[in-house]
């Protein structure tokens, strides 16, 4: 059985599509993956909010394709608009689209750093400061405590997903870890991480993750079987995606 993704993704957004089907292929279950675009360039308030607008019109066009799943690929499209908004959306979708499974990138990293059992993190992110500042207050209103993080400053959509991993690496060296739970190594889809995870986890000695694994993580598990749950605990996480949702290379 082949079971089909839907991606909303930002029009300007290239990482996502290679990120989360690279993940899941390291998996025996067969996956296809169908994206719907709404446009953005510039990562601002304004063409975030413009961006959010075409939502309904994406979803249209991923159930025409029959989906099992969605994943509203832009966590800070959704992070933006204040607490609670990635539950907001998905229940909306859900009512479009009520046969599939419904998940967010923002939810999923919630999700996901939930899984892991960690409560105080770090971010590396590829936002301005302020939209930074509304991701982190976000997370902090779900119940987790920012230690540290960190904003490379970089407006332009296309160049977040050019920035080089050993700028992020060097952002997250910069981070105080001192008590951190689990670090977010980039908390954007956009911002290149598959390659990161890793080479993160031992150097840093934390589980790592990242908005593209986060919502690897969240599609796999449900889209298995309620009793065909992912492997669980460190042996498990080599070449796969757990419900501690880190990955090796």
């Not at 413009?50 to 029959?66: K, P, Y």
């Not at 959306?89 to 960690?118: F, H, I, M, Y």
Request: charged share 20%.
């Amino acid at each position: 059985m082949t079971h089909r993704i839907g991606l909303v993704v930002p029009s300007s957004n290239v990482t996502v599509e290679t990120e989360i089907p690279a993940l899941l292929a390291r998996h025996p279950d067969s996956f296809s993956f169908h994206s719907s675009r709404m446009r953005m360039h510039q990562v601002s308030p304004e063409e975030l909010k413009a961006m959010n607008s075409q939502r309904e019109r994406c979803v249209d066009e991923l159930a025409d394709a029959h989906v099992d799943a969605l994943l509203y690929a832009c966590l800070v499209a959704l992070m933006a608009q204040g607490p609670g908004e990635h539950q907001r959306v998905e229940k909306a979708v859900r009512e479009q689209l009520p046969d599939a499974a419904v998940l967010s990138s923002a939810g999923a990293l919630v999700d996901g750093l939930t899984a892991l059992g960690a409560r105080r993190i770090a971010l590396v992110t590829p936002y301005v400061r302020p939209l930074a500042e509304q991701v982190v207050a976000y997370l902090e209103a779900e119940g987790f405590t920012v230690v540290d993080w960190v904003a490379l400053e970089v407006g332009d959509n296309t160049e977040v997903g050019c920035i080089p991993g050993e700028r992020v690496m060097d952002a997250a060296r910069g981070l105080d870890l001192s008590g951190v739970d689990a670090l977010v190594i980039s908390a954007c889809v956009q911002m290149p991480s598959l390659d990161l995870v890793a080479p993160a986890e031992e150097e840093f000695g934390l589980p790592v993750l990242s908005a593209a694994t986060a919502g690897a993580y969240a599609l796999l598990d449900r889209s298995r079987p309620r009793g065909g749950a992912a492997r669980r605990g460190p042996a498990a996480r080599r070449g796969q995606v757990t419900p501690a949702p880190t990955i090796s290379a």
